[in-house]
């Protein structure tokens, strides 16, 4: 199994440009989030889904959009880029909500809008 | 609203000692709690996942508790080694509420230890 996926690894955006950042998961499972971190903190909560078709926002929503049209892929959409935007970005999934299902993160993209 | 708080921000020791990172959250309704290791630069490496049935965990050289009803959460390391070097996160999977579903994060301790 990969697990988690991310790509690109690295991306630099003008001010007003948009971009998708990619997320899969091999693992058949039916929850995946997407968290920033800024630096020097720990991670916020941007967008979720429970399933194929359901999505739902987090803790700092503004500015992102989210789409999940399979179990393994959940794709975070920036649209006309901003410097606040500028961080670390990392999806993660997990099989539920029961106690022993803990969550699988990728490896992050990291951001910066100039 | 969950919220969950690391104490100390950062800890300095000589390789060694043992040593322990708390974390506080003000929300009892959990599914779990998750300790995780952060090298800079890099993603998230879980260490210890505590059911919030449980009362602790241990993997090798790390020992995590967990008191649900004071809220509370501690990570220890014996023998603290050079490589265990990083930024450590706690992380509660809220089961009520409006963080059902949903990790919180506190904002990490900051290890270091040196030889």
């Known amino acids: 199994n990969a697990g988690v996926t991310q790509t690109p690894k690295f991306r630099i955006l003008k001010i007003g440009q948009s971009m998708t950042l990619q997320c899969a998961q091999d693992m058949n499972h039916n929850y995946m989030y997407w968290y920033r971190q800024d630096p020097g903190m720990g991670l916020k909560l941007i967008y979720y889904s429970v399933g194929a078709g359901i999505t739902d926002k987090g803790e700092v929503p503004n500015g992102y959009n989210v789409s999940r049209s399979t179990t393994e892929d959940f794709p975070l959409r920036l649209e006309l880029a901003a410097p606040s935007q500028t961080s670390v970005y990392f999806c993660a999934s997990s099989r539920g909500l029961a106690g022993y299902n803990e969550q699988f993160f990728g490896p992050g993209t990291r951001l910066t809008v100039l | 609203k969950q919220e969950v708080t690391q104490i100390p921000a950062a800890l300095s020791v000589p390789e060694g000692e043992n040593l322990v990172l708390n974390c506080s959250f003000t929300?009892?309704?959990?599914?779990?709690l998750q300790w995780f290791r952060q090298d800079p630069g890099k993603g998230l490496t879980s260490l210890l996942l505590i059911q919030s049935s449980q009362r602790e965990q241990t993997s090798g050289r790390l020992n995590a508790s967990l008191d649900k009803s004071s809220g509370r959460s501690t990570l220890y390391i014996a023998a603290s080694q050079p490589g265990d070097s990083a930024t450590y996160l706690c992380?509660?999977?809220?089961?009520?509420?409006?963080?059902?579903?949903?990790?919180?994060f506190g904002q990490g301790t900051i290890l270091t230890v040196h030889p």
């Open positions: 929300d009892s309704a959990i599914y779990n």
């Open positions: 992380a509660v999977m809220g089961a009520g509420g409006t963080s059902y579903g949903k990790l919180t």
